[in-house]
């Protein structure tokens, strides 16, 4: 009945990730911000499911401070098939019928904050380089900096890392 009504989820995420995996619960995945409801169910079954955020969320000492698209979520509430389009401040990205890769790429290109456009471009590049080597190239990450944005947010109040860590 949701599908041939065309009903339009739409829903806000704490944090979103490179392959469009949205946590829309915790903060640095283990501090309950708000219950998840009905949302994943809500954003399943709707004919065009949409999440929107501000790319960025400032904070005391970084003026462009949280980077709501992240390498890795820390925490996993709707997954990348559930999300059709997301839109921040700084654009859409339509997500529909592309790859992981391609829906990374369209991401960081689209809605990240151009303040970590760099550095999500480099953090993925890495990461299929990483990849290729080690034949896991569905949804390349390197585990070693996968949550760096998170930790450098809790050692230095900013997820702008200075480098990535070198992994073999």
Request: hydrophobic fraction near 35%.
């Amino acid at each position: 009945m949701i599908r041939r009504l065309g009903v339009i989820a739409m829903n806000t995420p704490v944090e979103v990730d490179i392959y469009a995996h949205a946590n829309s619960t915790n903060v640095n995945g283990s501090r309950m911000l708000n219950g998840l409801g009905g949302s994943a169910d809500f954003l399943r079954n709707a004919k065009l499911s949409i999440m929107h955020a501000p790319s960025a969320r400032p904070t005391k000492v970084d003026p462009t401070g949280i980077s709501t698209i992240v390498p890795m979520a820390s925490h996993v509430d709707q997954t990348e098939h559930d999300l059709d389009i997301l839109v921040t401040d700084q654009g859409l990205a339509d997500l529909r019928g592309l790859s992981p890769k391609e829906r990374a790429r369209e991401i960081i290109n689209k809605c990240a904050h151009p303040d970590y456009q760099a550095l999500l471009t480099d953090y993925l590049d890495r990461a299929e380089h990483y990849a290729k080597k080690h034949n896991c190239l569905h949804e390349p990450h390197m585990l070693k900096n996968a949550f760096k944005f998170h930790t450098n947010l809790a050692e230095k109040g900013t997820m702008k890392v200075d480098s990535w860590e070198p992994v073999d």
